[in-house]
């Protein structure tokens, strides 16, 4: 069976650094926001290009914490994507604002800039798009409207660590970003784990005090905060893994160009870009009217494939007190379409043809 994810062979390749990184916290004893914690959120600052990173416990706190400490709350209308995992609009939720969902661009899948300019009004607070799938929003338009009309930028960069557009890394550009190293991420540790990154001093602050129970000094609290601290052992995972995230990123681009260049005469939409941004590719997602063929031959012949997602966040029953009858027809027709292959940095060339052959013989032959 080809996995959508091979998280076994990865570890393999990583396993000396690793297994010394995760024994020297066991001799250290230190484990809770320890040594690793504070060099990794050093080194993820110096790759991200930003002043500040935080360590949290999951991606979805991660989103959490940006949003309070960057002052979204009661009463507030952020705008965000309905084409994402659920805990986007979880987070949003989380701090009492009201999570209101655009129609999304076909080739990218991301927040459609201009559905973002028509969806303000007076109680849009900030502005959540997610770099879906590693590929990164049109973030030279997205902050300039952000500018223009006062609002918060707060990215979903869950799935797209390492992807940059105009040289500047996804995460950079808002007030600050929330980032997850869930183990099948393209940054991924060996349990939960997330992160905030943020140039503002004072969301920092904030956010360093709500991850460790509203606290600066010891038995001392100012606010009510959480238990939500990256783990010790995961951040030593991730020192290891960070050192090679470029090398993974580029192993996943050469993944996804050879599926799109043997894709390429088939009556299916491959993945697109348009040369300023940089996709790292979490997933490789393609558009075909015959999915569930295409998708039915794959799993006979021994490999996975899977739909993220198949029912849009604005169709959720969570969310019909504020979705009731919105219609938002491209979402709709991409969820109704899409599917995702496997990619991972170490999928090779002789699979990646046998998978396409499946897919050529599912749709030709
Ligand atoms: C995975 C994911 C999250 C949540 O991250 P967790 O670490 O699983 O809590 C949030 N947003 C998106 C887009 C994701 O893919």
């Not at 080809?2 to 570890?11: A, F």
């Not at 030593?236 to 470029?246: G, P, T």
């Not at 029953?317 to 940095?345: K, Q």
Request: with cysteine.
């Amino acid at each position: 069976m080809i996995p959508m994810v091979d998280l076994k062979t990865q570890y393999l390749r990583l396993k000396d650094e690793i297994d010394r990184g995760v024994a020297e916290v066991l001799e250290n004893t230190a484990f809770i926001l320890g040594p690793n914690v504070k060099a990794f959120e050093e080194e993820a600052a110096a790759y991200l290009g930003v002043k500040h990173t935080i360590g949290c416990a999951s991606g979805t706190d991660a989103l959490h914490l940006a949003l309070l400490a960057s002052g979204v709350g009661p009463g507030d209308e952020v705008i965000t994507s309905p084409f994402t995992f659920i805990a986007t609009a979880e987070a949003i939720r989380y701090v009492g604002a009201t999570p209101v969902f655009v129609d999304i661009d076909p080739k990218t899948f991301n927040i459609d800039p201009e559905a973002i300019d028509a969806a303000i009004t007076d109680k849009t607070r900030s502005v959540m798009p997610v770099h879906l799938f590693g590929q990164p929003v049109d973030m030279v338009r997205i902050s300039a409207l952000c500018d223009a009309r006062g609002l918060l930028l707060i990215e979903d960069c869950a799935q797209s660590f390492g992807a940059s557009i105009n040289g500047r890394q996804s995460g950079s550009l808002g007030i600050s970003a929330g980032y997850s190293f869930f183990p099948s991420k393209n940054l991924g540790c060996y349990g939960d784990g997330g992160l905030v990154a943020t140039s503002s001093d004072e969301v920092a602050a904030k956010v360093r005090m709500l991850r460790n129970h509203g606290s600066e000094i010891r038995y001392y609290h100012d606010v009510i905060g959480y238990n939500s601290r990256l783990d010790e052992i995961q951040a030593a995972i991730l020192r290891v893994k960070l050192r090679y995230i470029d090398e993974f990123n580029r192993e996943r681009r050469r993944v996804a160009h050879s599926y799109s260049r043997l894709m390429a005469d088939l009556p299916v939409q491959t993945p697109f870009e348009d040369g300023l941004g940089v996709h790292v590719y979490h997933q490789y997602t393609l558009l075909c009217d015959r999915r569930e063929a295409v998708m039915d031959a794959l799993q006979k012949a021994g490999i996975s494939s899977a739909v993220y997602y198949p029912v849009p966040l604005h169709q959720q029953n969570v969310f019909a007190d504020v979705c009731a009858g919105l219609s938002l027809p491209v979402t709709e027709s991409v969820a109704a379409r899409c599917f995702s292959l496997p990619i991972y940095p170490e999928l090779e060339e002789a699979d990646i043809r046998r998978i396409v052959e499946v897919i050529h013989a599912a749709l030709n032959g």
